[in-house]
């Protein structure tokens, strides 16, 4: 697409072919999009019996200065370019029009005639470009927010590095900032780049002095060797990255592998093996001055599964943390709960637990182990059990709760006194679970003898 070289490029060729001229004809597009601002009618009676005195250009716009203002302004956009019939003008990929087609091409926005007969279009194939009528072109947007020309106006050596070391961005989207430099497009900055061995990704700040002033020198050279063959593709170096660099196809440059990645929104072709990211990389993180904001939604997701991958190792320390936090209910370290909710197994039922630390508490942990083995044991009698045994298992659930520091072993002896004492025998009870009549009728027995015994004599 149109960068700087190509632009200055038809500027010198109107400015050569058209300069001096009057508009004796014009035709304009009915095209709203690309003829901004104003009627096609209106935009014609601007222009038409006036003399082109110069054509100017700042970054990738181009103005014609007329005898009298307003003057029609160009923004090439992606594909806008400027013929001029029987002249050769520079053709670049995507815009450029077949010699065989009609003439005007059917893509023209803008079709002036001069008084020499010299017939000049400005086309655009896919409708990106603007074309304005403007009293001051210089003075308003877009025209007014660029930064110094790369060609015209290129930074000072000083200021370029002052300039770049106050920038937390990656060079490339730097580069691409038309408020930062005017005029660089992206093979440009894809071509300097690769001349001054500077990763697309490298944090702007972190460009050491030298490497900065390789980058300044790479820019000045490279468009400035583009502008002189006239933005001829076929005439710049062989060894440059340009002409390997298109469509994404795998190639090599010197015997070097190319790579793509998206930086800025844009596809970055670089070279590893000679691009190398010095420090971590800012990747498309927004510049804090104002430059390029764009963000992929694919880096979004790769930092995001990063910090949870950092997280889950985190989680997985140690097994018998893990395995103590499943049991707990213990929340993981990525959690933004203060509490966490605990459900137990016992006769107990559910309870709640707060989780005042993220940290282990040995005696917490004792005495969890501890009350689910009581419980597994408690379930594994059996239903169906007499009073005792049920008030036996509530009394070591309730010294559970007190957080009682008997052992297991205690308690399964205290068990088992206690049915010795009550003549319970615990493997040698008839299934009940299948008498459900009989249990009831042994149960009710046992109550009234209780009861009996409870009250004592009957007095006479």
């Known amino acids: 697409m149109p960068e700087l070289p190509e632009v200055e490029a038809a500027r010198r060729a109107v400015h050569e072919h058209c300069g001096g001229k009057r508009i004796i004809k014009a035709m304009i597009a009915d095209d709203p999009k690309v003829i901004d601002g104003i009627a096609p009618s209106e935009l014609e009676k601007g222009i038409v019996g006036k003399k082109i005195i110069a ?3 700042k970054g990738k716009n181009m103005w014609l200065q007329l005898d009298s203002p307003p003057f029609p302004s160009f923004q090439f956009g992606m594909t806008g370019a400027v013929y001029i019939k029987g002249v050769s003008v ?6 450029a029009i077949n010699d065989k087609d009609e003439w005007p091409s059917k893509f023209s926005k803008v079709f002036v005639e001069l008084d020499d007969g010299t017939e000049m279009s400005f086309t655009d194939k896919r409708r990106f470009a603007r074309v304005r009528l403007l009293e001051n072109p210089e003075m308003v947007p877009p025209i007014s927010e660029l930064g110094p020309d ?3 106006d290129l930074m000072p050596e000083d200021v370029f590095i002052n300039a770049l070391s106050k920038r937390e961005i990656a060079i490339k989207s730097l580069l691409l900032d038309q408020g930062f430099i005017a005029g660089i497009g992206n093979w440009v900055a894809d071509e300097v780049l690769y001349q001054a061995r500077i990763h697309p990704l490298q944090s702007s700040s972190k460009i050491s002095k030298e490497n900065c002033k390789s980058l300044r020198k790479c820019i000045e050279e ?6 002189q063959v006239d933005a001829d593709s076929e005439r710049f170096p062989c060894d440059w990255i340009f002409h390997y660099r298109w469509a994404k196809r795998p190639g090599k440059v010197n015997g070097k592998e190319i790579e793509f990645i998206t930086v800025g929104g844009r596809t970055s072709a670089y070279v590893p093996d000679l691009q190398k990211v010095d420090g971590p990389a800012p990747g498309n993180q927004p510049d804090k001055k104002g430059g390029n904001r764009s963000r992929k939604k694919s880096d979004v997701i790769k930092s995001e599964n ?6 889950i190792s985190d989680d997985n320390e140690g097994e018998d943390e893990k395995g103590q936090g499943k049991r707990e209910g213990k929340p993981s370290k990525t959690s933004k709960a203060g ?3 605990s459900s137990g197994s016992g006769m107990g039922g559910k309870s709640k637990r707060k989780a005042t630390t993220l940290k282990e508490n040995p005696e917490s942990k004792q005495e969890s182990e501890k009350e689910e083995k009581l419980n597994h044991i408690m379930k594994n009698i059996g239903k169906g059990q007499d009073s005792a045994k049920t008030e036996m298992i509530e009394t070591a659930s309730s010294g559970k709760k007190r957080k009682n520091k008997r052992t297991i072993a205690a308690e399964v002896e205290k068990l088992k006194k206690n049915k010795a004492t009550k003549n319970v025998n615990e493997f040698d009870m008839p299934d009940q679970t299948n008498n459900p009549d009989a249990s009831a009728k042994e149960s009710s027995e046992n109550t009234s003898q209780a009861q ?3 009250r004592g004599p009957k007095s006479k």
């Open 306 to 311: 990063l910090q949870s991958a950092q997280e």
């Open 150 to 152: 790369a060609l015209l």
């Open 55 to 57: 054509a100017h250009r």
């Open 339 to 341: 509490t966490a909710r």
């Open 90 to 95: 520079t053709k670049y990929k995507r815009s």
């Open 452 to 454: 009996k015994r409870k």
């Open 222 to 227: 490279v468009i400035k060797l583009a502008v």
